[in-house]
Structures are given as C-alpha cells and as structure tokens.
C-alpha cells in the first residue's frame, strides 16, 4: 500500500522559512515524479510543485517560484519542500502527492498524505 | 493557463438522487487531460476519475466522467450518505496543473 507521511509544519513569521519533508513507502520511489499541492483555509486546491523521479527536472507554479524549492531524496524515499521568504498568503495546508508517471510536470495526484499546516502569521 | 469553472457552487440533493456536476475549461483541454477528485471535510482528496472518464482503482461505477474539448462532467447515479462532499476537477494537459473552484454536493 502506497503510503505518504509530510511532516514540518508549523507557526512561522511572514518572511521566515520552513522545510517540508513527505515520507514515501509502499512503491518504488524514483520511478515516479512527486509534487506538492497546498490548500488555504477553507478554500481550493493549488498546485505549487512537481519534482521528476531522478530528481533534476522541477517545476514550479508562479506564486512561488524562487521562494520555494523541491527536492528529494531517493536513497531515504523522502520528498522535501524548502519555504522560503513566507508570506501571510501561503498560509495552508500542504499535501504531497505521488504522480502516475514519472515526468517533468505534473499529471494528476494520486494517492495523497494526509497533510501538514503552514501557519504564517 | 487554463482556468477551470465548475458549477453549480452547490449542488442540494437527496440520498438515491442523480448527481450532475460540471467543469468548463476557458481553452481546449488536449487529449481529454482532465481528472476529478472527492474531498470529504478534515480528508485529504481523493482521485476518483482520469482522462476524463476513467475510473481510479477502487471507485464505485455510480461515479461516472465524460466530455472533451472544453466541456467535462461528473456524474454520481445515485447518490450515497458517504458522497456528500466537494468534488474538484484538474487538468493536466499543460506543464502547470490548474484545479477548478469546487462544487459542494450537501444534503437537501
């Protein structure tokens, strides 16, 4: 069974930082990209990442391009997400998710972890 | 980008009612790149529908896709207790994924 577990979440203040991390078990890991996609409180979803299975292609939606990097780690099947320079708009809760394929973009989200709040205030 | 809109906002329905929901692109979504989710409250969402018209693994066949181009629905035959919650389209045919608003199926 495919399984996601983020993590690192937490209270921070508008321009300070935080890293993400999401645990993958259950499949093997660099043969599919892994992206993250966050929801504000009480509001839709939004795509913000998408790193391919080797690693070295990423993408990035515009909202947060040079202020958040991804990244991961095959060896330890893990996926991080470094936040830089927060602000009070990205505050939500952010999702990692495993893609179908592995590809320099993302296609769709399936399964999800359960989630972990970031809380810019 | 691609910006999708779903309607209605809110669908009201009863238990055994057929559900209608639809997603419509501002553009072509190529080679039918379209999926639907389900998100229950406190729940991460769920995949229930790619390529427009697939169904994920484990999904009911009450839950129906359909449409191409600009024009996508999601049908629930019948609707049970459990499928009261917000259904969000996606596309996927270009390089950045944009979701639709969401359409909340409550209780009448």
């Known amino acids: 069974e495919v399984q996601l577990l983020e993590s690192g979440g937490g209270l921070v203040q508008p321009g300070g930082s935080l890293r993400l991390s999401c645990a993958a078990s259950g499949f093997t890991f660099n043969n599919y990209a892994m992206s993250w996609v966050r929801q504000a409180p009480g509001k839709g979803l939004e795509w913000v990442s998408t790193?391919?299975?080797?690693?070295?292609?990423?993408i990035y939606a515009g909202s947060v391009k040079g202020r958040f990097t991804i990244s991961r780690d095959n060896s330890k099947n893990i996926l991080y997400m470094q936040l830089n320079s927060l602000r009070v708009e990205d505050t939500a809760i952010y999702y990692c998710a495993k893609d179908p394929h592995n590809g320099d973009y993302p296609w769709w989200f399936d399964p999800w972890g359960q989630g972990t709040l970031v809380t810019v205030s | 980008e691609i910006v999708l809109t779903q309607f209605p906002g809110t669908l009201s329905l009863s238990p055994g009612e057929r559900a209608t929901l639809s997603c419509r692109a501002s553009q072509t979504v190529s080679n039918n790149y379209l999926v639907w989710y389900q998100q229950k409250p406190g729940r991460a969402p769920r995949l229930l529908i790619y390529g427009a018209s697939s169904r994920a693994t484990g999904i009911p066949d009450r839950f129906s896709g359909s449409g191409s181009g600009t024009d996508f629905t999601l049908t629930i035959s019948r609707l049970e207790p459990e499928d009261f919650a917000v259904y969000y389209c996606q596309q996927y045919s270009t390089s950045r994924g944009t979701f639709g608003q969401g359409t909340k199926v409550e209780i009448k």
């Open positions: 790193v391919s299975g080797s690693g070295y292609s990423t």
